[in-house]
C-alpha cells in the first residue's frame, strides 16, 4: 500500500507569517494529492486538493504545490491569521488497487499572536 | 447544508459489549469510510463501502465489521469491544473515489 510521511509535526509561526507542510509518497500512480483541516472537537475538512496534471493550486491564502518527480507536494498558507490554528493533513490515494485515501500523520499548526 | 451525522459525540461501553457506530449522510454518495484516529498514528482506514451492501476491508479491520443496508447509512460495528478500541471514530462520504471526504464531527469512544 502507500505510505505518506508528513513533516513537520508541529509548526509555530508568527501571526502574518508564512507556514509550510510537506507530504511525500510512495506510489509513483498516485494523481489525487488532498489536504484536511481539523480544528479541536471536529472532523476534518476538505481545503484544497490537487491532480496531477496540475503543478501549483490556489485559494485565497492557501495553495498546494506539486512536484510529481520527487513524490512531495506542500501546503502553503500566507499571512496567518489565528483561526489558521489546527491540524492538517495530507492524502494520498491508498493504491495497490485499494480504494480510499491513506492519511499522513499530520501537522499542529500553531499561530503566535 | 450538505453534511454527513454521527450519531453519537461520546459513549463509553464495557469491555465484551457489542457496539454499534451509525454514520448517515444526505448528499447521496456512493462511497462511505470508518476511520479512527489515534495520537500520533493519524487516521487509518478500518472499513469502506462503494455502493449498497458492498464492503471492503481497509488497513486495520481486525475486530470489526461493518453493515450498510441503505445508501445513506454506514454502521461500523465492534463485535466485542476490546479496551484497545478506545478511540476517535471518523465516518466520511465522498462523490467519488477520487474526490474529496466529507467527515461527520467523530465518535469519542472509551472502553473500559
Known amino acids: 500500500g502507500e505510505n505518506v510521511e508528513q513533516h513537520p509535526s508541529t509548526l509555530s509561526v508568527q501571526e502574518g507569517d508564512s507556514a509550510v507542510i510537506k507530504c511525500t509518497y510512495s506510489?509513483?500512480?498516485?494523481?489525487?494529492f488532498p489536504w484536511y483541516k481539523q480544528e479541536l472537537g471536529k472532523g476534518p475538512q476538505l481545503i484544497i486538493d490537487?491532480?496531477?496534471?496540475?503543478g501549483e493550486k490556489k485559494d485565497q491564502r492557501i495553495a498546494v504545490t506539486l512536484n510529481k518527480t520527487a513524490k512531495h507536494f506542500s501546503l502553503h498558507i500566507t499571512e496567518t491569521q489565528p483561526e489558521d490554528s489546527a491540524v492538517y493533513f495530507c492524502a494520498v490515494p491508498s493504491g495497490g488497487g485499494a480504494d480510499g485515501l491513506t492519511f499522513g500523520k499530520g501537522t499542529h499548526l500553531i499561530i503566535q499572536p | 447544508d450538505v453534511k454527513v451525522t454521527q450519531s453519537s459525540r461520546y459513549l463509553v461501553k464495557r469491555t465484551g459489549e457489542k457496539v454499534f457506530l451509525e454514520c448517515v449522510q444526505d448528499?447521496?454518495?456512493?462511497?462511505m469510510f470508518w476511520y479512527r484516529q489515534d495520537p500520533g498514528l493519524g487516521l487509518r482506514l478500518i472499513y469502506f463501502?462503494?455502493?449498497?451492501?458492498?464492503?471492503e476491508k481497509g488497513d486495520i479491520p481486525e475486530g470489526y465489521s461493518v453493515s450498510r443496508e441503505k445508501k445513506e447509512r454506514f454502521s461500523l460495528i465492534l463485535e466485542s469491544a476490546s479496551t484497545n478500541q478506545t478511540s476517535m471514530y471518523l465516518c466520511?462520504?465522498?462523490?467519488?473515489?477520487?474526490?474529496?471526504?466529507?467527515f461527520g464531527s467523530g465518535t469519542r469512544l472509551t472502553v473500559v
Open positions: 506510489d509513483s500512480a498516485s494523481n489525487y
Open positions: 448528499m447521496d454518495h456512493e462511497n
Open positions: 466520511a462520504s465522498s462523490f467519488h473515489r477520487m474526490s474529496g471526504y466529507t
Open positions: 490537487i491532480r496531477s496534471n496540475v
Open positions: 463501502s462503494y455502493d449498497v451492501k458492498m464492503k
